[in-house]
T-cell receptor
Framework: RKEVEQDPGPFNVPEGATVAFNCTYS??????FFWYRQDCRKEPKLLMS???SGNEDGRFTAQLNRASQYISLLIRDSKLSDSATYLC?????????????FGSGTRLQVQP | NAGVMQNPRHLVRRRGQEARLRCSPM?????VYWYRQLPEEGLKFMVY????????ESGMPKERFSAEFPKEGPSILRIQQVVRGDSAAYFC??????????FGQGTRLTVV
């Protein structure tokens, strides 16, 4: 089982739609959580950190459920420019391991 | 404050040659991660280093690959005797200890 799992998509949504991505993680030693976005053939860019209390940045809302070990990202009022792959990232601090572990990503295509 | 700098951006090597990929972290960052991304695939963790120490190399192939992050100078990912299957984008990221990581633009290695 992968340590960080995401639905690969693609999610095809019209402009203005609300779309939600979920991510599950298996390692209870996970300490920090992030969402990144990656455009085709470019480097991943930090979208937002995810806090236990949930956090919002404009049209983006991230939530963390430690009990169920999942993280979510909600995008409201989708724009064409939101089309990208969204990566769920977990920092695992475990014996001998302190890596940032990436999910395989969920592809979003916003259509006009 | 310059971001994470990787060079070269593109590298072509013949089979059997050595490839050296360099990564200069953001100013003040002492933690470096290396990831590999094959076309149409997700980011695969390779190695996590702190100055002069390898913290987690659980993703590094056992042979031909090595990484270092000396006290002075950039982090180096070295691939000896490259093969066609090593062709990929190699991304470096840097961070403070438990915070989000920022990525460089990557080095695209092509083995011919």
């Amino acid at each position: 089982r992968k340590e960080v799992e995401q639905d690969p998509g693609p999610f095809n949504v019209p402009e203005g739609a609300t779309v939600a991505f979920n991510c599950t993680y298996s390692n209870s030693a996970s300490q920090s959580f992030f969402w990144y976005r990656q455009d085709c053939r470019k480097e991943p860019k930090l979208l937002m950190s995810v806090y236990s209390s949930g956090n919002e940045d404009g049209r983006f809302t991230a939530q963390l459920n430690r009990a169920s070990q999942y993280i979510s990202l909600l995008i409201r009022d989708s724009k064409l420019s939101d089309s990208a792959t969204y990566l769920c990232v977990v920092k695992i601090v475990d014996t001998g391991r302190r890596a940032l572990t990436f999910g395989s990503g969920t592809r979003l295509q916003v259509q006009p | 404050n310059a971001g994470v700098m990787q060079n070269p951006r593109h590298l072509v090597r013949r089979r059997g040659q050595e490839a050296r990929l360099r990564c200069s972290p953001m100013k003040g960052h002492s933690h470096v991660y290396w990831y590999r991304q094959l076309p149409e695939e997700g980011l695969k963790f390779m190695v996590y280093l702190q100055k002069e120490n390898i913290i987690d190399e659980s993703g590094m192939p056992k042979e031909r690959f090595s990484a270092e992050f000396p006290k002075e100078g950039p982090s180096i990912l070295r691939i000896q005797q490259v093969v066609r299957g090593d062709s990929a984008a190699y991304f470096c990221a840097s961070s403070l200890q438990f915070t989000e990581a920022f990525f460089g633009q990557g080095t695209r290695l092509t083995v011919v």
